[in-house]
């Protein structure tokens, strides 16, 4: 679309004025699966059954083997994988420092004690350096979050965790179908943890979650720990093994679930071409990066991060975003806080007013101890987020690029 040079932000004509087309995630045929499985009655809906079976199944296949539990929400699967690996009370658990909150509120929910490591320098993703740092001997397990689809370098991660005798837990749930060395992500740790929610790569309706291994016995741990303690995978006799919660996943979820996954594929090529075309697209530009895969990896982009150099510009890189968003263009400045700057962590608001799990007298570290996190500080001062989806195409990435470089072109120094 044409535009005058005047910026949109000075009154001027945006560089777009529809917004990036909706994601439409859901079709006519996820409809009809929701309807099979329902059987036309709409008298019951269990969990368990042949959808749950297949789904599981299929996304175990997708994984290249392996086993799998679908459980009710990609908190819950972290809930449940940690729980599965059995790790003894008030020990610490290393996790990255940007997640969702439901990607580290399962740890103080089991009487674990959430300790942040930084990201890397202008990345929301963690590093095995900032892990390492945050090593005691009261570390239980390591929980890494492949941010925004973009993978985390592992290895030197699973060496620092093998040599320790640590779990690491991967929390896949913004990167289905990543690809680390040519390695799906959630298939290098002890365990993967997967959210299929509405808005995430694959969904299985408004809430859902996976939880992946490929150790035999983690898995029927896992199965008790989803279900209440039953004795899946125990000798006949046995009775509930134990304490757990209901967390299954619904079979009307499983039937659209294996629909989606179908999809997966296309999703994933969609979103990877329009993320290589909009850092082609920007290759010119001066003060502003985007951010693609690390060397050796494939990211599939759940959003796209972009870097401005604001040392380039007389404006800061909030300004430039706030530009470029009256542009037309659907940017947000920042992404989240890291945890534990949430009211919920700073005040131990966990268990009651007595401050547990920090506070219990099992726990012989710190209670009150505060982590530096300058590198994820740091980070909303030089990074911003797109939202995209596999529905966004040539155009999106023409205006997005033509909205970036009329607000560069206009602040350059």
């Not at 994988?81 to 996790?95: D, H, N, S, T």
């Not at 397990?141 to 779990?167: L, Q, S």
């Not at 990877?272 to 082609?280: I, P, R, S, T």
């Amino acid at each position: 679309m044409t535009c005058t040079s005047v910026l949109a932000i000075d009154g001027g004509d945006p560089v777009r004025t529809a917004p990036f087309p909706p994601r439409d995630l859901l079709s006519d045929e996820e409809k009809q699966a929701a309807v099979r499985a329902i059987g036309g009655t709409m008298s019951e809906v269990g969990y368990g059954g042949d959808e749950e079976i297949a789904y599981c199944d299929e996304f175990a296949q997708f994984m290249g083997g392996g086993y799998v539990d679908a459980v009710n929400s990609g908190t819950a699967a972290l809930y449940v994988a940690l729980k599965a690996l059995q790790i003894e009370p008030f020990g610490e658990v290393i996790v990255s420092p940007i997640t969702d909150p439901g990607g580290v509120m399962p740890v103080p929910l089991l009487n674990l004690i959430p300790v942040p490591a930084d990201t890397l320098p202008r990345d929301f993703n963690t590093g095995p350096e900032q892990i390492e740092a945050r090593l005691t001997k009261r570390t239980r397990a390591i929980v890494v979050a492949h941010i925004a689809g973009r993978p985390v370098d592992m290895y030197p991660i699973m060496e620092i965790a093998r040599a320790r005798g640590i779990p690491v837990v991967e929390d896949c749930a913004q990167s289905h179908g990543a690809r680390y060395h040519g390695q799906l992500v959630g298939t290098i740790g002890d365990v993967g943890v997967f959210s299929t929610m509405a808005g995430k790569h694959h969904t299985t309706g408004g809430q859902g979650g996976i939880v992946f291994t490929r150790d035999e016995d983690l898995y029927w741990r896992v199965r008790r720990s989803s279900d209440r303690g039953k004795p899946i995978g125990l000798p006949q006799g046995a009775t509930y093994a134990t304490a757990a919660l209901n967390l299954n996943l619904s079979d009307l979820g499983a039937a659209i679930g294996r629909v989606q996954l179908r999809k997966l594929p296309d999703i994933i090529g969609r979103r990877q071409a329009f993320a290589q075309a909009l850092a082609d697209a920007c290759a010119d530009l001066k003060a502003v990066k985007v951010q693609l895969s690390p060397p050796d990896c494939e990211g599939v982009f759940w959003f796209m991060t972009i870097e401005v150099d604001a040392s380039r510009l007389t404006i800061s890189k909030s300004r430039f975003v706030e530009a470029v968003a009256a542009e037309g263009i659907p940017v947000a400045d920042r992404y989240v806080q890291a945890f534990s700057h949430f009211d919920w962590y700073i005040n131990r608001d966990v268990f009651g007013a007595r401050g547990l799990p920090w506070t219990a007298p099992q726990y012989t570290g710190d209670p009150d101890a505060v982590y530096d996190l300058p590198n994820c500080d740091a980070v909303d001062d030089c990074v911003f987020r797109l939202a995209m989806h596999e529905r966004c195409g040539d155009e999106e990435v023409s205006d997005t690029v033509a909205a970036l470089a009329k607000i560069e072109d206009a602040y350059a120094k």
